[in-house]
């Protein structure tokens, strides 16, 4: 049978069974820092419960849900999770996690989560001041040196790690 509905780059399988996930099963996503980058991960929940447990080692786990055929794919994902893994990315120096972070707070603004108030430079690097829109507390983002066709690049990684259209 045809997939109808589409699912961004995910499998739409658990990693583990290989089952194909149905239209509304509840899974959970389990994202690994690899050295190759990150890896995701499906488990639908029977095998979520007898996972390894390296699996608790993930650096980022959300449950998800298949979506109807016609629900709007923006909806997927919670602002929940965006805004957990882009707090998980703070502190980290590595290139491509400091490119996540940058462009998921584009992401954020771009929701009106997220508000800039300014710019400044910190150990030759430029950092963005920033703040939640409900809460008052400075959220630091350095700012890489991304043209435009690398964020649009880092963006479309993101979308596909979190069925998100960036
Ligand atoms: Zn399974």
């Known amino acids: 049978m045809a997939?109808?509905?589409?699912i961004a780059k995910t499998s739409g399988a658990c990693s583990a069974c290989e089952r194909e996930l149905t239209v509304e099963e509840?899974?959970?996503?389990a994202l690994f820092d690899t050295a190759e980058?990150?890896?995701r991960d499906d488990f639908c929940k029977s095998c979520w419960e007898?996972?390894?447990?390296?699996?608790?080692?993930a650096f980022s786990i959300w449950q998800s849900r298949i979506p109807k055929p016609d629900a709007p794919k923006k909806q997927v994902i919670n602002n929940n999770v965006l805004?957990?893994?882009?707090e998980?990315?703070?502190g980290h120096d590595e290139p491509a996690k400091i490119n996540f972070r940058f462009v998921l707070a584009l992401m954020l603004m771009r929701k009106k989560l997220l508000i800039y108030d300014g710019s400044d430079e910190e150990e030759g690097?430029?950092?963005w001041t920033m703040h939640f829109r409900k809460e008052q507390s400075p959220v630091k983002v350095i700012r890489p040196e991304l043209d435009e066709e690398h964020i649009a690049e880092v963006g479309s990684q993101l979308g596909a790690l979190f069925e998100v259209e960036t």
Not at 3 to 6: A, F, I, K, M, P
Not at 26 to 29: A, L, M, P, Q
Not at 83 to 86: A, D, L
């Open 26 to 29: 509840d899974f959970i996503v």
């Open 125 to 127: 690097r430029e950092v």
């Open 50 to 57: 007898s996972r390894p447990d390296d699996a608790d080692q």
């Open 88 to 90: 998980k990315l703070a």
């Open 3 to 6: 997939r109808e509905y589409d």
């Open 37 to 39: 980058g990150f890896r």
């Open 83 to 86: 805004v957990g893994f882009f």
